[in-house]
């Protein structure tokens, strides 16, 4: 639909109009304007809303979690995990897990891990950790050699 828009109170005329039929302005030299179908909003709302899904769930895949037989603990990227850190609900029953143990990152290419000169060390599958150590889904991540957990990164 073409509409003839009223510059003095927004009416929207029939193109063919010059003198607005609500507030009878001169609408001779108004702009044109075309709306757009119903249809085609609709579809650009829908549009609209796939992409703040999408945003959501990249926000959402930003969590690891480690997954121990009893407990689970989330962690987001940086977080510092340890008995006096994140996951400490589970871990203070732990003494050998150091009070800050590890922490984790997010860089482009993924997960790392670092472990943050604890007392007993952070393994990544069974291998003691001396710097930086990128991790996958599936991998065993120990905190001292007491308690180990699974990597779990959710993708969507
Ligand atoms: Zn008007």
Redesign the pocket.
Known sequence: MKYKV?R??G?KNPVEEFI?L??M?D?STADIVEEKQATETKYEESNLSIEDEYKTSVELSEKLILKHEKFSIEVFPGDVVGRHAKGKQYLKNYPTVSRIHAKFYKEADGWYVEDLNSTNGTYANDKRITKKTKIENGDIIKLSLSIAFKVVIEKH
């Open positions: 009223c003095n109170c009416y607005c609500k507030c302005a609408i």
